[in-house]
């Protein structure tokens, strides 16, 4: 990893938004590409590319090694794919009649 990555993560981790602006910049390509693979739907990918870059920026503290910091965010997003599909999952399950039809 190069010292640059690690310099942004540390400011980062220090409440510097530009240097945590710099890495969204440099990974929502990676990160929208993961989840869209996950979730194949282009709108719920880009969704959550967002919320995993919220949680990264929020938890940034829990990441012990710099050197892990793609791979973590990587699972960051697999967890977020993986939450939508069961939610999903859930609602195709339930009755389409409860779904549609209004109550009258």
């Known amino acids: 990893m190069d010292q640059e ?3 942004l993560i540390q400011k980062a ?6 240097a945590f602006s710099t ?6 390509g990676q ?3 993961h989840a869209f693979s996950i979730v194949n739907d282009r ?3 880009e969704d959550i590319a967002q919320e995993a870059f919220v949680k990264a920026y ?6 012990d090694n710099d050197f892990a ?9 697999t967890n977020i794919c ?11 399950n339930c009755s389409c009649k409860a779904r549609i039809e209004p109550n009258t």
């Open 69 to 77: 910091f793609v791979s973590w965010l990587t699972r960051i997003v």
């Open 23 to 28: 890495l969204v910049s440099k990974y929502k």
């Open 43 to 45: 709108m719920e990918a």
């Open 13 to 18: 981790r220090s409440g510097d938004l530009e």
């Open 5 to 7: 990555l690690t310099n």
């Open 31 to 33: 990160v929208f590409r």
């Open 58 to 63: 929020s938890s940034l503290s829990k990441l």
């Open 82 to 92: 993986y939450d939508k599909l069961k939610k999903r999952k859930k609602y195709k």
